[in-house]
């Protein structure tokens, strides 16, 4: 197992942003957020003062969703609540998967539209028109339809966050999500990165996936989105 600094993952997005995603964000002042129709997901400071807010507000426009993914600052009192969703942040901490063999493909633009489908019908987390840009995305396909998908999202110094892990109701229950996990899991590693990945609290199901395959919580996070007055 591969020994990375976990400081990184106490702000993925604004990590991300600083670094490997620098080209998809926009920033003002000591805020950012990413561009549109790639990911929603915004950071501040952890001391945010009136600027900071405005600056985020002026980013993100009236009426729009500040999401501060797991950020614990609160914003001004007359931001509206949108959602709150207990959650985990896990880390990897198992062997090299075995090659997951034939059948895992990665998608490339001409695959966006499926993209969009599948996780429209599932609801893994939001997925945009151009949240592939994040980084890799692979998929099963069943007599060349679209039934399975994984990719990678968040890119701090080190590591690497998978995410989108979805598959259709009629293609439950081959193993899909493993394989494709798997797959990632030894892209990642071929890069000298680490997975990590987070995880909504009451989705049962694939937190236990998720530890079969190998990974470990590393932290309970909060998950938050505010509408700008």
Same mark, same amino acid.
């Given at each position: 197992?591969? !020994?990375?600094?976990?400081? =990184? &993952?106490?702000?993925? +997005? $604004? /990590? ?12 003002? $002042?000591? +805020? ?7 990911? *929603?997901?915004?950071? #501040?400071?952890?001391?945010?003062? =009136? ?5 985020l507000a002026r980013l993100l426009g009236r009426g729009a969703l500040a999401d501060l993914?797991?950020? @614990? #600052?609160?914003?001004? @009192?007359?931001?509206? %609540?949108?959602? +709150? ?14 090659? %997951? ?8 633009? !001409? ?5 969009? !489908?599948? *996780? ?8 945009? @028109? ?8 692979? $998929?099963?396909? !069943?007599?060349?339809?679209? +039934? ?5 999202? &968040? ?12 598959? /259709? =109701?009629?293609?439950r229950g081959r193993g899909h999500a493993a394989r494709l996990i798997n797959a990632l899991v030894r892209r990642i590693l071929d890069r000298g990165e ?14 236990? &996936? ?6 470990? *919580?590393?932290? /309970? ?7 700008? @007055?």
């Amino acid at each position: 197992m591969i !020994d990375q600094d976990t400081s =990184p &993952l106490e702000d993925p +997005v $604004g /990590a991300s942003l600083r670094g490997h995603h620098a080209h998809l964000g926009r920033r003002l $002042g000591r +805020v950012a957020t990413y561009q549109p129709q790639v990911a *929603t997901f915004s950071t #501040v400071t952890l001391d945010p003062g =009136p600027q900071e807010w405005a600056h985020l507000a002026r980013l993100l426009g009236r009426g729009a969703l500040a999401d501060l993914f797991s950020s @614990p #600052v609160s914003p001004p @009192p007359d931001w509206e %609540p949108v959602f +709150v969703l207990e959650g985990r942040q896990m880390v990897w901490s198992g062997d090299r998967p075995t090659d %997951p063999g034939d059948g895992v493909v990665e998608l490339g633009v !001409d695959s966006t539209a499926e993209m969009l !489908d599948l *996780t429209e019908r599932t609801r893994p987390g939001p997925f945009w @028109p151009r949240t592939r840009e994040l980084g890799t995305y692979l $998929g099963i396909r !069943d007599r060349g339809v679209l +039934v399975a998908m994984a990719g990678e999202r &968040l890119r701090p110094p080190g590591w690497t966050e998978i995410s989108a892990v979805c598959t /259709a =109701p009629e293609a439950r229950g081959r193993g899909h999500a493993a394989r494709l996990i798997n797959a990632l899991v030894r892209r990642i590693l071929d890069r000298g990165e680490r997975p990590f990945l987070h995880v909504v609290e009451s989705n049962t199901g694939a937190l236990a &996936l998720y530890e079969k395959l190998g990974f470990r *919580t590393r932290t /309970a996070v909060t998950f938050r989105g505010f509408g700008i @007055p």
